[in-house]
């Protein structure tokens, strides 16, 4: 798909197209949202946009089923993308739709998107990480600063999550490295701001190159094991009445 057309019927699409603000690929709005990533998993675990590399690095033979809108890709094995120009360690929004084969109880980790400090530290996956994963009941976000053993994380419950179902997963955050009292974090679920910490010095140092989707970063076999659909990279933070009124839109069935 190129780029005009990939531009043009996002534009269409505008809010309902699950969290895409209506102006690509330029800033939208007064907040100066970008978009940096979108992929839909329409037949494809390639980003339909990206402003880096948008192919995938994983599993060249993914599995898909039917999506919230369109198709959605069973991850139960590797998603990657590569992080340059796709990611803002500073300030962004991660936003997808999950279809959990497994019950919100299920003790077991199961993740939606990871990134590992680089990889030439001793502990990277410990320090400079991002981390959004459910299990034993909740939905955590967490990123782990440049200094080993101080992550900042905030979760929400999901017990009453259960297998088949869609549901809505966002978080964001601001002010990293920014200095003392800037950092900030929000986690959304099902369109309704459930979490978020503010007012702290969140320091973050040299991320790995690649962004893991579904599946930790690490050698452990902890996919999302889930269905994944409208994977959305923004920098910068959408406000909060957006995300709802766009999750809102989805799930009314409302036609584009």
């Not at 895409?20 to 998993?41: C, E, K």
């Not at 494809?44 to 990206?50: D, I, K, L």
């Not at 034993?136 to 967490?142: D, H, I, L, M, V």
Request: charged fraction near 20%.
């Amino acid at each position: 798909m190129d780029t005009q057309h990939v531009r043009m019927s996002l534009t269409v699409c505008g809010l309902a197209c699950s969290l895409l603000l209506p102006m690509l690929p330029g800033p939208a709005g007064a907040q100066g949202n970008d978009l940096l990533l979108y992929s839909p998993f329409d037949g494809s675990n390639g980003a339909a946009f990206s402003r880096g590399e948008g192919s995938n690095l994983g599993d060249r033979g993914p599995q898909f089923s039917e999506g919230i809108r369109g198709q959605a890709i069973s991850l139960q094995s590797d998603c990657i993308y590569a992080l340059r120009d796709n990611f803002d360690p500073q300030s962004g929004t991660v936003a997808l739709w999950v279809r959990p084969h497994w019950e919100g109880n299920d003790p077991a980790g199961h993740y939606l998107f990871c990134i590992y400090g680089r990889r030439d530290l001793e502990h990277s996956w410990s320090v400079n990480r991002w981390s959004v994963y459910c299990g034993g009941g909740q939905c955590t976000f967490a990123i782990f600063s440049e200094t080993e053993g101080q992550t900042f994380s905030i979760n929400a419950p999901i017990g009453g999550w259960k297998a088949g179902e869609w549901h809505h997963v966002a978080v964001e955050w601001a002010g990293v490295n920014g200095g003392a009292g800037a950092g900030r974090m929000s986690l959304f679920l099902d369109g309704k701001q459930v979490a978020t910490l503010k007012d702290r010095d969140i320091r973050v140092g040299p991320t790995d190159e690649a962004i893991g989707i579904g599946r930790d970063q690490d050698g452990s076999p902890d996919y999302a094991e889930a269905d994944l659909d409208d994977l959305f990279i923004y920098r910068g933070e959408l406000a909060v009445e957006d995300i709802a009124a766009c999750v809102a839109q989805i799930t009314s069935g409302t036609a584009y």
